[in-house]
């Protein structure tokens, strides 16, 4: 196995373009750090395009945990390229102190608003209880990524992420996730093509507003349905404000007027989970 020992070497040069946006978007490759985020990968099916390790970690088995040494097999056996990094150029692509050392670069998914409807098996008449997330103009990379972890815990079926600021697939929204986004459907769309899918599948729509109509424990989250909710500065813009949409608020007791939107989603999202459990 050939050992990268220079930060000059042109796959480390590209890994480190990934870390931003313009060259994810150009190449439509991500980065995956961490050996739990790279297992959940590959589990979604995103095999990994080539994966970066640390200094001997391949080679001194000694070195490896029970997980590093069953991810690398797998990733051996599927014909990945693995390629070993000298201590100094692997720290400039990891993020952070990465004692697992590995990072890999996957293909970012295309995903379509178009083609969930398909992917959710809305046609069939049998198919009336979908739960989906709505996150609109989120700018905070580990923002998203907590809520799509909220969302996989509590079973969702999908995420779409509306005119958000950041590229979903950014590297930090997929370590917030814990690499929950290759787990799920998680998408971007703009607000009026979401909006136009939500009445064509009639799906009941619930928007987390701070002047909503009424707690949100009192809202019904059956059947179709998607749970709105917006930025924590501005909240939802007025096209999630008519008459067609459920508000609903958290009531806050203390001195804040209103909780980050990650503990918001999972309030929900939980809530929508416990009232289908409870109808099961």
Not at 137 to 157: F, H, Q
Not at 241 to 250: C, H, R
């Amino acid at each position: 196995m050939e050992v990268i020992t220079s930060s000059q070497n042109p796959k480390i040069k590209n890994v480190l373009r990934l870390r931003e946006r313009k060259h994810r978007l150009r190449q439509q490759r991500t980065l995956v750090d961490g050996v739990r985020e790279i297992q959940r990968a590959i589990l979604g099916g995103f095999l990994p395009l080539e994966v970066f390790v640390r200094d001997n970690l391949v080679s001194d088995r000694s070195l490896q945990s029970p997980e590093v040494a069953s991810l690398l097999q797998q990733l051996q056996q599927a014909n990945v390229s693995i390629w070993e990094v000298a201590e100094r150029p692997f720290e400039k692509i990891a993020y952070g102190n990465r004692d697992e050392g590995m990072v890999a670069v996957v293909q970012i998914p295309d995903r379509r608003i178009g083609e969930l409807a398909a992917t959710l098996n809305l046609a069939s008449s049998n198919e009336q209880s979908k739960i989906i997330g709505i996150i609109e103009r989120i700018e905070k990379p580990g923002n998203i990524g907590a809520v799509i972890r909220s969302a996989d815990g509590a079973g969702l079926d999908a995420v779409i992420c509306v005119d958000c600021v950041t590229d979903l697939f950014n590297p930090n929204v997929i370590r917030a996730s814990l690499g929950t986004i290759f787990g799920l459907p998680v998408l971007e769309a703009s607000a009026a093509e979401v909006r136009s899918w939500l009445e064509e599948y009639k799906f009941a729509t619930r928007v987390a507003r701070v002047d909503g109509a009424v707690p949100y424990w009192q809202a019904a989250y059956l059947g179709r349905c998607a749970i709105v909710l917006g930025s924590e500065a501005d909240g939802v813009t007025d096209d999630w404000k008519s008459d067609q949409y459920q508000g609903v608020y958290l009531p806050m007791h203390g001195l804040a007027d209103s909780l980050n939107i990650s503990a918001t989603a999972a309030v929900l999202f939980y809530e929508a989970k416990r009232q289908r459990s409870h109808n099961a």
